[in-house]
């Protein structure tokens, strides 16, 4: 079983930082994609990923101001969250690309349960 964990929510005034942990546990052979989401209202939307071997790419909406980070020996990923604006409060979701063993034929996406991150005026 592989378990999702996220960390570092709370409430940041605008333009202050935060920093998002998540991290991966279980039976893990590998790991290939992580990534961070936000819903706000419903929608899902993509923030940032990170593949094994750190290559990152951000929506356009937080270029310049996170940056997502990765260890591979802990399992873990991170967000650096800065010059957070109102639009950024949202639930952010750690996702993960995990093989569980060496014969698995594909990476199988997991979900962490949210970590609500507010931002006020």
């Known amino acids: 079983q592989v378990q999702l964990v996220e960390s570092g929510g709370g409430l940041v005034q605008a333009g202050g930082s935060l920093r998002l942990s998540c991290a991966a546990s279980g039976i893990i052979f590998d790991i290939n994609s992580m990534a961070w989401y936000r819903q706000n209202s419903g929608k899902r939307e993509f923030v940032a990923s990170i593949l094994t071997d750190g290559s990152t790419n951000y929506a356009d909406s937080v270029k310049g101001r996170f940056t997502i980070s990765r260890d591979n020996a802990e399992n873990t990923v991170s967000l650096q969250t800065d010059s957070v604006k109102l639009e950024d409060t949202a639930v952010y979701y750690c996702?993960?690309?995990?093989?569980?063993?060496?014969?698995?034929?594909?990476?199988?996406?997991?979900w962490g349960q949210g970590t609500q991150v507010t931002v006020s005026s």
């Open positions: 996702n993960a690309g995990i093989r569980s063993t060496r014969t698995s034929a594909t990476h199988r996406v997991y």
